[in-house]
């Protein structure tokens, strides 16, 4: 029997040619399993409620002690409160758990070798890099919507109970910009974590290079000769992006604030740049 | 069917796969067999696009692997178990593979029902055995009913009956004209699962051919004679132009004869006999012999006993 002789029986044969799907199908279907993904892991329903619990409970929080000490604060603290931003403080710690569930979002395919059974159902990498985006992208802005909401409301009412300061409306100028702002800011931060996830593919480097990116770098900066310190630090992801979330400009220096937040989404836009090269490249 | 046309992968400093041709025909079971490290995995991955072939190339039905959108309907593969996120379902696995590739979720309980898993379909992989993992890997494979089916080492860690289970579905699969390859370290395995065998070594090709041509190509079978005269019908036998080589005072195997060649010569020189039989090859003596020259990670024996 040669191994060139085929179809030795040949009921196979009239089935074998399935017809592709067109790419938009395709790319629903990938939204769908990757949606399947996101919520049949525990560790995906408790991160966001951590999240909502830190943004809504550190914000009542900050704003609690704020009003604590309102007689202690001086005329400057006071002229330039940002009752908005300051409520939505708790982002600058939420973020983290955002930016780790986002890292996951790709380096646990890589740690439990599911990878494999994810490009092998879906062999156009970049299409599940895509999915992966934007169903985390929708999620981490519903769940930043509704933290960042319940964090404003709660906040600016106990702010209200001083009388040393103005709390805001959700129709003052700026303000709902702002708290919608907030969930933007965790949704391109999600994109980023995607990001490190996929160009490092290790869960602890990628979460290392995140909070080197927010926290560590700022800090390092800072150590720079003037002008060099607050030249290059306003370019930094957290310095440039967080001021979607706030009403009041936060320093001279900084960027305008769309602009800022430009340069913030940039860092996501070049670290999934990076990670679909890399994808295409390497073996899974 | 799968072609692969002088498929070749190199790593940084070791070649994995070299210049492989070869072609999987439908309907019967191609067996892929080969020492651990012998290049089986790394051509399974080639062929599903996992790794990209440094040169040459592999096609499914004829098209390369990644130019489906929906591969899971035509090719299904299970190569590594494990390689699932333990705290996901079996059930929510096979949903999400189904969704991507736009199967029917009907399936998902098919297939579940099929490998005999239902009953743990809602726990957790994570606390799976590896012969669970083993049936959920297969009901993966089978999810979309494809055409062409990959199996790398199914029957690692099933129980005998899985192992029955494993052989009966594979043949079931063949004679109902798909493309079954499945590879394995195990020959005696593989002999009673395959109908072809495709043996590779060191990532060459070694042979492909029926089971019974391997063994027969592999080596030679012998003739054991036992004699008071061992030594007189040793030189008989060797003046006759047969490999004769004694073993132990009274017995001698003999290579290139066949028992009743051997039975005239003793005849002949008035030698008594007090056993003369006909020793077939085991199945692993073909394979140890064949791949020999290319295991890649070969014990010491001196080692060994000096250990013990």
Not at chain 1, 74 to 94: C, H, K, M, V, Y
Not at chain 1, 233 to 250: C, D, E, I, R
Not at chain 2, 76 to 85: P, V, W
Not at chain 2, 242 to 255: K, N, R, W, Y
């Amino acid at each position: 029997m040669s191994s060139a002789e085929t179809a030795l029986v040949p009921t196979a044969a009239a089935r074998t040619a399935v017809p592709n799907p067109t790419p938009m199908r395709q790319f629903v279907a990938v939204l769908r399993a990757e949606w399947t993904k996101l919520w049949s892991v525990r560790s995906t329903l408790w991160s966001l409620l951590v999240t909502i619990a830190i943004i809504v409970g550190l914000g009542a929080l900050f704003c609690a002690a704020r009003v604590a000490r309102a007689d202690r604060l001086d005329p400057g603290e006071l002229r330039n409160f940002d009752p908005t931003g300051f409520s939505l403080n708790g982002i600058f710690l939420a973020q983290l758990a955002v930016g780790v569930l986002g890292v996951l979002v790709m380096s646990s395919e890589y740690a439990t070798g599911q990878i494999r059974a994810t490009f092998g159902a879906t062999p156009q990498r970049n299409l599940v890099l895509a999915a992966k985006v934007a169903v985390f992208a929708v999620v981490t802005f519903a769940v930043g919507l509704v933290a960042c909401f319940a964090a404003f409301f709660i906040g600016q009412a106990i702010l209200g109970r001083s009388t040393k300061f103005h709390s805001a409306f959700i129709g003052d100028p700026g303000v709902l910009r702002a708290v919608i702002g907030g969930a933007m800011y965790l949704s391109v931060l999600g994109a980023l974590g995607i990001g490190l996830g996929t160009i490092l593919r290790r869960t602890a480097g990628a979460i290392a290079a995140l909070v080197g990116l927010l926290l560590i770098l700022p800090i390092l900066v800072n150590f720079l000769p003037s002008p060099w310190n607050t030249d290059i630090s306003k370019y930094l992801p957290l310095q440039a992006g967080n001021a979607v979330f706030h009403t009041a400009k936060l320093a001279s220096t900084d960027l305008s604030l769309w602009v800022g937040f430009a340069v913030f989404c940039a860092y996501a836009v070049a670290s999934l740049a990076l990670g679909a090269v890399l994808l295409a490249r390497r073996d899974a | 069917m799968i072609e692969a046309t002088a498929l070749t992968k190199r790593y940084a400093s070791t070649v994995a796969v070299d210049g492989l041709s070869f072609t999987v025909p439908n309907g019967r079971v191609t067996g892929f067999l080969g020492p651990n490290g012998a290049g089986k995995s790394t051509t399974m991955r080639l062929i599903v696009g996992l790794d990209a072939p440094s040169s040459g190339r592999v096609t499914v039905n004829g098209r390369a692997y990644h130019d489906r959108r929906f591969p899971l309907r035509e090719v299904g593969a299970l190569l590594e178990a494990k390689a699932i996120h333990p705290s996901r379902t079996a059930r929510n696995h096979l949903r999400w593979l189904a969704q991507s590739n736009g199967i029917n979720p009907k399936r998902v309980d098919e297939v579940l029902e099929q490998v005999g898993i239902s009953a743990v379909a809602r726990k957790r992989t994570g606390t799976f055995s590896l012969g669970m993992s083993q049936r959920l890997g297969i009901a993966a494979a089978l999810l979309g009913d494809p055409e062409v089916l990959l199996l790398d080492e199914p029957v690692n860690g099933l129980d005998p009956e899985g192992i029955q289970w494993v052989r009966r579905l594979l043949r079931s699969l063949a004679s109902e004209g798909r493309t079954v390859f499945v590879s394995s370290h195990l020959m005696s395995e593989m002999a009673l699962t395959a109908d072809h065998l495709i043996v590779i070594g060191k990532g060459r090709l070694i042979a492909d051919a029926s089971v019974e041509e391997v063994i027969a190509q592999a080596s030679a079978n012998h003739v054991k004679v036992v004699s008071p005269q061992a030594t007189a019908l040793r030189s008989l036998i060797a003046a006759a132009g047969a490999d004769v080589e004694p073993d132990g005072d009274d017995t001698l195997i003999v290579t290139g004869l066949e028992c009743r060649d051997v039975g005239i010569i003793a005849a002949a020189g008035e030698i008594t006999l007090y056993e003369l039989s006909r020793q077939e090859a085991s199945l692993e003596e073909a394979f140890m012999e064949m791949t020999r020259d290319s295991v890649e990670y070969l014990a010491d024996p001196d080692a060994a006993g000096s250990a013990a």
